[in-house]
């Protein structure tokens, strides 16, 4: 089992920057990609960032590519996401997930263990 903690949403303005942090615990040898989706009202789970655990590939969604980028602390077992220059359609719960693979995988599928989520919202 590996256990996943997110922390770092709030409340902010168009433009402002926010840091999200994914803390993973338990057995976290078996942690290999590990990526950030999110979830706004009324519509489905998307694919945010992804940094895969060995090499440190990385995957963004062209939604937030040159705004976002995804962080990994490997000697600390925490991936973050630095979101800057924040819009109001990035509003959304936010949450941190690892597949057992090495792989960029963009599908919640290809993902074993959630997070419980943590919420963005950016006012206009």
């Known amino acids: 089992q590996v256990q996943l903690v997110e922390s770092g949403g709030g409340l902010v303005q168009a433009g402002d920057s926010l840091r999200l942090s994914c803390a993973a615990s338990?057995?976290?040898?078996?942690?290999?990609?590990m990526g950030w989706f999110r979830q706004a009202p009324g519509k489905e789970r998307e694919c945010v960032a992804v940094v895969s655990w060995i090499g440190g590939s990385t995957y963004y969604a062209d939604s937030v590519k040159g705004r976002f980028a995804i962080i990994r602390d490997s000697a600390k077992n925490t991936v973050y996401l630095q979101m800057n220059s924040l819009k109001p359609e990035d509003t959304a719960v936010y949450y941190c997930?690892?597949?057992?693979?090495?792989?960029?995988?963009?599908?919640?599928?290809?993902?074993?263990?959630w997070g419980q989520g943590t919420q963005v919202t950016v006012s206009s």
């Open positions: 997930a690892t597949g057992r693979t090495p792989w960029i995988k963009t599908g919640v599928a290809d993902y074993d263990y």
């Open positions: 338990g057995r976290t040898f078996s942690v290999y990609t």
